[in-house]
């Protein structure tokens, strides 16, 4: 079993920035991605960002690309989002992901508010 446990939201206005981070322990694997999903209210989970954790490749939506910044820390075994330049439409619960083959695991979620 995986747990991941995130953490860095909160309240923000528009333009400002958070930072995200998501601390992964339990079962370990010899190749998996990490990443990030939000989900507003009244609509459906989306992808936001992904590291690949054997070389660092990342991939984003296109709503985030350009402002927000994943990053992983192989030694503390976690990942973090640097959102800058915030939008209210970023608005939403942030959740952390771990996918290996047929392994998916979630985080709990973690509220990020942008006032505008």
């Known amino acids: 079993q995986v747990q991941l446990v995130e953490s860095g939201g909160g309240l923000v206005q528009a333009g400002g920035s958070l930072r995200l981070s998501c601390a992964a322990s339990?079962?370990?694997?010899?190749?998996?991605?990490m990443g990030w999903f939000r989900q507003a209210p009244g609509k459906e989970r989306e992808f936001v960002a992904a590291?690949?954790?054997?070389?660092?490749?990342?991939l984003y939506s296109d709503s985030v690309k350009g402002r927000f910044t994943i990053s992983r820390d192989v030694a503390k075994n976690t990942i973090s989002l640097q959102m800058n330049s915030l939008k209210p439409e970023d608005t939403a619960v942030y959740y952390c992901?771990?996918?290996?083959?047929?392994?998916?695991?979630w985080g709990q979620g973690t509220q990020v508010t942008v006032s505008s």
């Open positions: 992901n771990l996918l290996s083959g047929s392994y998916f695991y």
């Open positions: 339990g079962r370990t694997f010899s190749s998996y991605v």
């Open positions: 590291i690949r954790w054997n070389g660092g490749s990342t």
